[in-house]
T-cell receptor, first 115, second 113 residues
């Protein structure tokens, strides 16, 4: 069974540009989560999809961030326009069921650098 | 405000030594998880504890959830170089979003042969 895969693994963009991160969850996992780790800080929740619906987007920093999960399969996280403080590692995770008593599997992350 | 404080932040020990990593909070958690992360990879779940006072063992790793469900510890017996990595605790709150996991900053463990 393939794990959670994220593309690209690294991205370096200039301030003001747009970047789109992609996450392919494990097949059959309805729940998909985006997290971010900014340097020196803890991993922080961004949002949670159940299938194609946004269950909780309380962690999204501002309206420059747009997450989608059309068809309930893969998800994209677009940052437009990117700012310096958006630099960090963006993790995606998926789980079959809701709740943290069930195991969630994390992708390897996308390291975003905004210069 | 950091809701989950992990200590120590860094730990460098010799192979065969024992160690304990702590995860503390003033908040009550409905469950708490421990992850291990290696460079260039995402966190990998080690264990989930859900009951106050619960103790779980995974080979040489022993995990404990505090009676008040505000703290947890990870004890490694006879550490091996393969235990090297970043250990993260993460908790979920009662009544909170099912997806919103609160992470600690992590403990970077280095075990030298």
């Amino acid at each position: 069974e393939a794990g959670v895969t994220q593309f690209p693994s690294h991205s370096v963009i200039e301030k003001g540009q747009t970047v789109t991160l992609r996450c392919d969850p494990i097949s059959g996992h309805d729940n998909l989560y985006w997290y971010r780790r900014v340097m020196g800080k803890e991993i922080k929740f961004l949002l949670h999809f159940v299938k194609e619906s946004k269950q909780d987007e309380s962690g999204m920093p501002n309206n420059r961030f747009l997450a989608e999960r059309t068809g309930g399969t893969y998800s994209t996280l677009k940052v437009q326009p990117a700012e310096l403080e958006d630099s960090g590692v963006y993790f995606c995770a998926s789980s079959r069921k809701q709740g943290w008593n069930t195991e969630a599997f994390f992708g390897q992350g996308t390291r975003l650098t905004v210069v | 405000t950091q809701l989950l404080e992990q200590s120590p932040q860094f730990l460098s020990i010799q192979e065969g030594e024992n160690l304990t990593v702590y995860c503390n909070s003033s908040s009550v958690f409905s469950s708490l998880q421990w992850y291990r992360q290696e460079p260039g990879e995402g966190p990998v779940l080690l264990v989930t504890v859900v009951t106050g006072g619960e103790v779980k063992k995974l080979k040489r790793l022993t995990f404990q959830f505090g009676d008040a469900r505000k703290d947890s510890s990870l004890h490694i017996t006879a550490a091996q170089p393969g235990d090297t990595g970043l250990y993260l605790c993460a908790g979920s709150h009662y009544g909170g979003s099912q997806g919103n996991l609160i992470f600690g900053k992590g403990t970077k463990l280095s075990v030298k042969p």
